[in-house]
């Protein structure tokens, strides 16, 4: 013989086989729903998670991230030189090209040739080849050698992508390493749409679910079963 349970509500109230009924069928709706959320969240927590731990670990970074710099000799003879009223910063180097000054004013970088406080034009592209193929030297498993020179960009046989900036003498590299662990951080923030609006969008709605998941999940947490 069936036993019959008395039914009571979350507030420990005896309930009709109506709003019995009617607890019991919310109850299910919000399984479902709760459910439908955690499979709309299931791959860009995979995401999250995986990346996550990529980030935590960080293997390959050291090498991805190096700084890449001009080499720098020592000065040979002494330059006198006759800043200008309005530098903020003034820097005099030698590279396998010669001297070079750079100067600061109003928070922008100058090349300017140490005689004669006059912009120094880009290089020749046999010695823009020349700076960059002794920058790396540093690291000449990374780098390698260079094959193919298009102003002040150079790719190398190793994938390595550098780029020049003449004012600053300075250098930026990216390599496959770097662009693939570049795109793990655009799949851990949900950047994933070409456009920047649609994805702080994006990002906004994957909160939106997460919260709704979270406080679903306590709701269902909270609520004492009914005896059937």
């Not at 903020?88 to 180097?93: H, R, S």
């Not at 600053?168 to 950047?191: C, M």
Request: some cysteine; glycine content about 10%; hydrophobic content about 40%.
């Amino acid at each position: 013989m069936r036993r019959h349970f008395p039914r009571h509500g979350n507030d420990g109230q005896l309930l009709s086989a109506a709003q019995y009924v009617g607890q019991r069928a919310h109850m299910t709706r919000t399984r479902k729903l709760h459910r439908l959320l955690g499979c709309l969240l299931l791959l860009p927590l995979f995401g999250w998670a995986l990346t996550g731990a990529v980030f935590f670990i960080k293997p390959g970074y050291q090498s991805a991230f190096a700084p890449l710099t001009i080499k720098t000799y020592p000065l040979q003879q002494n330059t006198v030189i006759t800043p200008g009223a309005d530098w903020q910063q003034v820097k005099l180097v030698r590279t396998v090209l010669g001297r070079h000054l750079l100067v600061q004013h109003n928070g922008q970088w100058q090349h300017l040739q140490p005689e004669h406080n006059t912009p120094m034009a880009l290089p020749a592209e046999a010695q823009i080849r020349l700076l960059l193929q002794d920058a790396m030297t540093s690291n000449p498993a990374r780098y390698g050698h260079i094959v193919d020179l298009d102003g002040t960009r150079a790719r190398t046989s190793t994938g390595v992508n550098i780029r020049l900036n003449w004012n600053t003498l300075s250098l930026q590299q990216e390599g496959k390493d770097t662009r693939f662990i570049n795109g793990l951080y655009r799949v851990h923030y949900l950047q994933w749409l070409p456009s920047g609006e649609l994805n702080q969008g994006l990002g906004l709605l994957g909160l939106g679910l997460l919260l709704s998941m979270s406080l679903l999940g306590l709701r269902l947490c909270w609520r004492r079963p009914t005896p059937r």
